[in-house]
Every structure is written in structure tokens, then in C-alpha cells.
């Protein structure tokens, strides 16, 4: 096997699954870095969904016996899942990290709440002899060298799974933390792969949730981001409108629910009529659950078309740029017999 060229390896590499791919890279750190850097071509261990729970609510659903004791495995790795190599350099920034306190999770919550990461299988039922869920316990604020391996291990194994969906309610793991534990390795990639993540934020964590959107999730179809009608702030709306404008490459759909501020929606229509340049904008933009009273058509919309349903009335109509009328956006909107809109998707032709 040690003989075989790259190409013939990675061909052998792609008829493993997931499971067998990980023995392998438990052999040594040749293989190991082998399979980290091209892992993008082979297979990933698929779950449904991923999630940060607070560790109460988990135990009293263990306590009280809601559900059947085969449905949940409780997961608290060692640091002996994976041997790690810790140089001098990176010796010294873990342990100012470990002095400054540095937390896994960065939250909205009481300060010392504990959260424990659940992983939820695809393909269960009831006559499964498996566990549904995987709850995995990691140190919320690694103390040692060693909870930091233990971490770090575990961040690397979901980095190679596959999930469904993800839900962060005011909670998602720490940027800081991430980049510290994974400081500029080449052959690992610090993101979750994840089809469609939803999220809530809170001021608080306004840029630090967004930071982690946009550097430790793979999006392949969209993100939604619940704002729970809260109000924002001048300085988090431009960071968002500056995420929406030019991070398409990232983001190929983004849900902003329960958003009260139709100040944005102004801002992303000035941008696509006076912009020099509109590629970067994300492709579809979605406003779900919102109220934009008192709203307007630009005065360069055209190709207008009214529908009318039970209960709502829809329009749909395109603005297209002044520099380059060959870029165009698709606005759906549907409004309430009030005249408030609940609905704006934006989508680029």
C-alpha cells in the first residue's frame, strides 16, 4: 500500500466508508493527513441533524424516561481517541488560551450553563437496534492540554460527517476556539458540511454568529437566521447588508426571518440598481415571517404581475442594474389584506 502512487490510493481511499476511512486514519499521520486533505472526495458519515443542547434539558429527558433507553448513547471521549503532535509554538498559544478561559461555545445564556452536542441519525426507526441520537459531552471550557486534544479530536471527526440540518438557538461554537485548535493546518478544513442550518442570534452575538456562518460552515443549499423580531442595531444591519452583498460565493440562499427592519431590503435594492458590480450579491435572499408596513414599489420595477389568493395578494416584478441593464433581480412579495408584507424573496436571473 505504501508503494502505490497517490492516485491509486485515493482510488482505494473512495471505495471505503466512512467508518473504515477512519481506521485507516488512526494508522498513522501519513494516511491521516492523506485522507484530511482530500476528504472533500470521499465519503462522509452521514447524521440528520446537529445541534447544541443544554445539558439540563437532555438529563431530565434521561431521568424521566421519555423516550427508551436504546434511543440515546452518551459519548465522553479520552484524549486517547487520537494521538496529536503538539509543537512548541502551538504549545504556548493553547496555554494562553487555557489561562484566559476560553470557552468552546459562545452563548446567550447564564455564563456556566453546560451544552452537549447532539448528533442525530439518519434513517431511524423504531425496530433499529442503534441509537437515534449521539450526545457528545466535550469540555465547554478545556482546563489542560489534554481537554484541548480532546476537543480538538472530536471537532475533526464532525468536520468529516455530513448533516442534514443544524439548529443553533443563540449558541454555536467559538470562532477563537476553532482557529486556535486548527491554526493554519493545511490539510484540514475547520467546517461543518451542512445542507441547511438554522440559526437565532441576539445582538450580543450578532458578528460572531455570521463570523461562524462564514468561516465554519459549508452551506450547500441555504442558511436561515431567525432574528425573533428583535431590534437591531445601525451597526449589525451594514454588517449584514455587507455578508448579503458579498458573500454569494458562501451562501447560495439565506432566510432572514422574523426581520422588523425594512431598511435592508432598501439597502440590498439600492445596491442592485447602483451597484458597479452585483456578482458577489448572495443569489437568493428571502424576508420570512416579517411586517413591512407602508411598503412601496421602487419606481424601477417593472414587468409587474398581481395575484391574488384567499388570503393574500402576491406581486412579482424585476429591477434591473442602471450600469448593466442585463443583470436583473426577481422580487416575489406577498402581502396581507392590510397592505403589510410577510413575504420578499429576491432572487438573481
Same mark, same amino acid.
Given at each position: 500500500?505504501?508503494?502505490?502512487?497517490?492516485?491509486?490510493?485515493?482510488?482505494?481511499?473512495?471505495?471505503?466508508?466512512?467508518?473504515?476511512?477512519?481506521?485507516?486514519?488512526?494508522?498513522?499521520?501519513?494516511?491521516?493527513?492523506?485522507?484530511?486533505?482530500?476528504?472533500?472526495?470521499?465519503?462522509?458519515?452521514?447524521?440528520?441533524?446537529?445541534?447544541?443542547?443544554?445539558?439540563?434539558?437532555?438529563?431530565?429527558?434521561?431521568?424521566?424516561?421519555?423516550?427508551?433507553?436504546?434511543?440515546?448513547?452518551?459519548?465522553?471521549?479520552?484524549?486517547?481517541?487520537?494521538?496529536?503532535?503538539?509543537?512548541? =509554538?502551538?504549545?504556548?498559544?493553547?496555554?494562553?488560551?487555557?489561562?484566559?478561559?476560553?470557552?468552546?461555545?459562545?452563548?446567550?445564556?447564564?455564563?456556566?450553563?453546560?451544552?452537549?452536542?447532539?448528533?442525530?441519525?439518519?434513517?431511524?426507526?423504531?425496530?433499529?437496534?442503534?441509537?437515534?441520537?449521539?450526545?457528545?459531552?466535550?469540555?465547554?471550557?478545556?482546563?489542560?492540554?489534554?481537554?484541548?486534544?480532546?476537543?480538538?479530536?472530536?471537532?475533526?471527526?464532525?468536520?468529516?460527517?455530513?448533516?442534514?440540518?443544524?439548529?443553533?438557538n443563540k449558541i454555536v461554537f467559538n470562532p477563537e476556539i476553532i482557529n486556535l485548535l486548527f491554526d493554519n493546518?493545511?490539510?484540514?478544513?475547520? =467546517?461543518?458540511?451542512?445542507?441547511?442550518?438554522?440559526?437565532?442570534?441576539?445582538?450580543?452575538?450578532?458578528?460572531?454568529?455570521?463570523?461562524?456562518?462564514?468561516?465554519?460552515?459549508?452551506?450547500?443549499?441555504?442558511?436561515?437566521?431567525?432574528?425573533?423580531?428583535?431590534?437591531?442595531?445601525?451597526?449589525?444591519?451594514?454588517?449584514?447588508?455587507?455578508?448579503?452583498?458579498?458573500?454569494?460565493?458562501?451562501?447560495?440562499?439565506?432566510?432572514?426571518?422574523?426581520?422588523?427592519?425594512?431598511?435592508?431590503?432598501?439597502?440590498?435594492?439600492?445596491?442592485?440598481?447602483?451597484?458597479?458590480?452585483?456578482?458577489?450579491?448572495?443569489?437568493?435572499?428571502?424576508?420570512?415571517?416579517?411586517?413591512?408596513?407602508?411598503?412601496?414599489?421602487?419606481?424601477?420595477?417593472?414587468?409587474?404581475?398581481?395575484?391574488?389568493?384567499?388570503?393574500?395578494?402576491?406581486?412579482?416584478? =424585476?429591477?434591473?442594474?442602471?450600469?448593466?441593464?442585463?443583470?436583473?433581480?426577481?422580487?416575489?412579495?406577498?402581502?396581507?389584506?392590510?397592505?403589510?408584507?410577510?413575504?420578499?424573496?429576491?432572487?438573481?436571473?
Amino acid at each position: 500500500m505504501n508503494s502505490l502512487p497517490i492516485e491509486t490510493k485515493l482510488d482505494i481511499f473512495k471505495c471505503l466508508n466512512f467508518t473504515q476511512l477512519f481506521t485507516f486514519k488512526q494508522t498513522n499521520y501519513y494516511y491521516r493527513n492523506l485522507i484530511n486533505k482530500y476528504g472533500v472526495e470521499l465519503a462522509r458519515m452521514k447524521f440528520n441533524k446537529l445541534s447544541l443542547i443544554d445539558a439540563n434539558i437532555i438529563n431530565r429527558e434521561l431521568n424521566r424516561k421519555i423516550y427508551p433507553s436504546n434511543w440515546y448513547k452518551i459519548i465522553e471521549p479520552g484524549s486517547e481517541i487520537l494521538e496529536f503532535i503538539l509543537n512548541d =509554538q502551538l504549545n504556548k498559544k493553547w496555554q494562553a488560551a487555557i489561562s484566559k478561559s476560553i470557552s468552546l461555545f459562545l452563548h446567550d445564556f447564564e455564563p456556566d450553563k453546560e451544552f452537549i452536542v447532539c448528533l442525530e441519525r439518519t434513517f431511524f426507526h423504531v425496530y433499529d437496534k442503534k441509537p437515534r441520537y449521539y450526545l457528545l459531552k466535550l469540555p465547554s471550557i478545556p482546563k489542560n492540554i489534554e481537554e484541548m486534544i480532546i476537543v480538538r479530536n472530536c471537532l475533526e471527526q464532525l468536520f468529516n460527517c455530513a448533516f442534514e440540518y443544524a439548529y443553533f438557538n443563540k449558541i454555536v461554537f467559538n470562532p477563537e476556539i476553532i482557529n486556535l485548535l486548527f491554526d493554519n493546518n493545511q490539510t484540514i478544513s475547520p =467546517q461543518f458540511h451542512i445542507q441547511k442550518p438554522s440559526l437565532s442570534t441576539s445582538n450580543n452575538l450578532f458578528e460572531n454568529i455570521f463570523r461562524f456562518v462564514l468561516n465554519h460552515l459549508k452551506i450547500f443549499e441555504f442558511v436561515s437566521i431567525d432574528f425573533n423580531h428583535m431590534d437591531i442595531p445601525e451597526e449589525n444591519i451594514n454588517i449584514l447588508f455587507n455578508i448579503l452583498i458579498n458573500e454569494g460565493n458562501k451562501l447560495p440562499k439565506v432566510y432572514l426571518k422574523r426581520f422588523k427592519l425594512a431598511k435592508l431590503h432598501d439597502l440590498i435594492v439600492d445596491h442592485i440598481i447602483n451597484s458597479q458590480n452585483c456578482s458577489k450579491i448572495v443569489p437568493v435572499i428571502i424576508f420570512d415571517k416579517i411586517l413591512f408596513s407602508d411598503f412601496k414599489l421602487n419606481e424601477r420595477a417593472e414587468k409587474i404581475e398581481i395575484g391574488q389568493l384567499k388570503t393574500f395578494k402576491t406581486t412579482d416584478y =424585476q429591477i434591473s442594474n442602471i450600469n448593466n441593464p442585463k443583470v436583473r433581480f426577481l422580487f416575489s412579495n406577498e402581502e396581507r389584506r392590510d397592505g403589510s408584507i410577510f413575504y420578499v424573496q429576491i432572487k438573481k436571473m
